[in-house]
């Protein structure tokens, strides 16, 4: 085999749903390919997908935010050398945002942020990036800006194009404060009886357990911005399934789950700030994913960014599916390990 031709993993994909969606972004029923080795993952989120079609609205997927980051490092002799500089950069937003944009297209810097440490400077520079995830993109133009930088201002040397301060593909409480990516909330309101028809709970069992499994016992973990039960499960195999790059779960699944009693109904929600995903880009040049993509209908709207953004409120969606099914699960003693034997180690 030369070392030029591919070697391709496979990874047992099955669609899941259909689920039924509301919201500014995505409406109606649509079904979602999974790839993963963890089979229960199917059937478990499968049933969200039958609570959806089962309440008023089904899912309803907001879009608060979108924007792609990369952070440049610079150093200079000290902390008000490189103070000064940030404050005359402040100034010449225009000019930067001309620079990063004349390297793309499609990437558009709509912002700046810094951090200060002795005297290294780290820009945190922020963009819109239309359908792709846009890692490239904003390397690609911040890295012009931080040939601009190192010209217009000499008494600054070069650290890094990317000084950790975006934050890629690692844990952090920035991504979740500044956002990075897609940040979608998926909502559902689920009715008394079907809580109890179909999850086998009650809307008081869910916010109890999400009180002490994912609030404290997530501050008892020391975790970071994040309280969730298995976020990362439907990222990932969403992410396979569709052609992203896997590692951005990381920070994917740094979301939050909140849930409320109300009258007769459960609320429940799932806020994911940083859904790094794309339509267009590296990941999507195999048929099978051009064709899962297609089926979703994330591949034919014309005007720039919807269908990334669709794919995000599928996306946030499924997760909700996941998450509330996992945890009507652990309501009830055994039914996880049950389920997980069923389903995993029949003969």
Same mark, same amino acid.
């Given at each position: &085999? ?21 919201? %500014? ?21 499968? /049933? ?26 610079? /150093? ?42 002795? %005297? ?43 000084? %950790? ?44 357990? %999400? ?13 970071? /911005? ?110 996880? &390990?049950?389920?997980?034997?069923? &389903?995993?180690?029949?003969?």
């Amino acid at each position: &085999m030369s070392k030029s031709e591919e070697l391709y993993t496979p990874v047992p994909t099955q669609w899941v749903g259909p689920m039924l969606l509301s919201g %500014n972004i995505a409406s109606g029923e649509v079904s979602v390919p999974l790839a993963t080795y963890e089979t229960p993952l199917w059937p478990s989120t499968g /049933r969200g997908a039958r609570v959806s079609r089962a309440c008023d609205q089904g899912i309803r997927c907001t879009l608060i935010d979108e924007r792609m980051s990369r952070s440049i490092a610079v /150093r200079s002799k000290d902390a008000h050398s490189v103070s000064k500089v940030w404050e005359l950069l402040s100034t010449r937003f225009k000019e930067i945002k001309s620079v990063a944009e004349n390297t793309s297209r499609f990437a558009k810097l709509i912002a700046m942020n810094k951090q200060i440490v002795g %005297n290294l400077l780290y820009i945190r520079l922020e963009y819109e990036t239309g359908d792709a995830s846009g890692h490239n993109m904003v390397t690609k133009a911040s890295d012009a800006i931080l040939s601009w930088v190192l010209e217009e201002y000499p008494d600054v040397e070069y650290s890094s194009i990317s000084g %950790n301060f975006c934050t890629d593909k690692k844990v952090s409480a920035v991504n979740g404060i500044l956002g990075r990516g897609k940040n979608v909330i998926a909502e559902i309101n689920i009715p008394r009886d079907i809580c109890k028809k179909m999850l086998r709970t009650t809307p008081e069992k869910i916010v109890q357990l %999400n009180i002490e499994k994912n609030l404290v016992g997530g501050i008892a973990a020391g975790s970071l /911005r994040s309280a969730n039960a298995h976020f990362a499960n439907m990222l990932l195999a969403f992410y396979l399934a569709t052609g992203q790059d896997a590692a951005n779960i990381i920070e994917g699944s740094q979301g939050i789950v909140h849930c409320e009693v109300r009258d007769d109904f459960l609320y429940f929600s799932v806020t994911l700030p940083n859904l790094i995903l794309g339509t267009i880009g590296n990941g999507k040049g195999s048929h099978a994913i051009e064709e899962n993509l297609r089926q979703m209908d994330c591949i034919e709207d014309k005007e720039i960014g919807n269908n990334s953004r669709r794919l995000a409120a599928l996306c946030a969606a499924t997760v909700l599916c996941g998450e509330l099914s996992l945890m009507a699960a652990q309501t009830n003693p055994g039914e996880l &390990m049950r389920s997980h034997i069923m &389903m995993e180690r029949q003969s």
